[in-house]
């Protein structure tokens, strides 16, 4: 059984810093591209950042470039987010996806809240 559990989220204040996980189990981890989506109240579901199946290669939102850090480890089946200097707009659940380039397979996570507020 495929599953992605998100986990690290929470509330901060602005300029704070949190680092989200994503646990997989059910399929080849070291085979997938992986990614981290939110999506705030109201607006469609945005790209935050992606890395390749070896971590050779990330991929960022302008929104988020120089703050945020994508990482994964092929051993422990776990990607993570780090996020520093975080402000008000960052407030979004947040999602990992894993997807299979060449079958295009693809996997959700459920998400994780974070919030970033007074």
């Known amino acids: 059984q495929v599953q992605l559990v998100e986990s690290g989220g929470g509330l901060v204040q602005p300029g704070g810093s949190l680092r989200l996980s994503c646990a997989a189990s059910?399929?080849?981890?070291?085979?997938?591209?992986m990614s981290w989506y939110r999506q705030a109240a109201g607006k469609e579901r945005e790209l935050v950042a992606s890395?390749?199946?070896?971590?050779?290669?990330?991929n960022y939102a302008d929104s988020v470039k120089g703050r945020f850090t994508i990482s994964r480890d092929n051993a422990n089946n776990t990607v993570y987010l780090k996020m520093n200097s975080l402000k008000p707009d960052d407030t979004a659940v947040y999602f990992c996806?894993?997807?299979?380039?060449?079958?295009?397979?693809?996997?959700w996570g459920q998400g994780t809240q974070v919030t970033v507020s007074t």
């Open positions: 059910g399929f080849t981890f070291s085979r997938y591209v």
């Open positions: 996806k894993a997807r299979l380039v060449a079958a295009g397979n693809t996997y």
């Open positions: 890395i390749t199946s070896t971590g050779g290669t990330t």
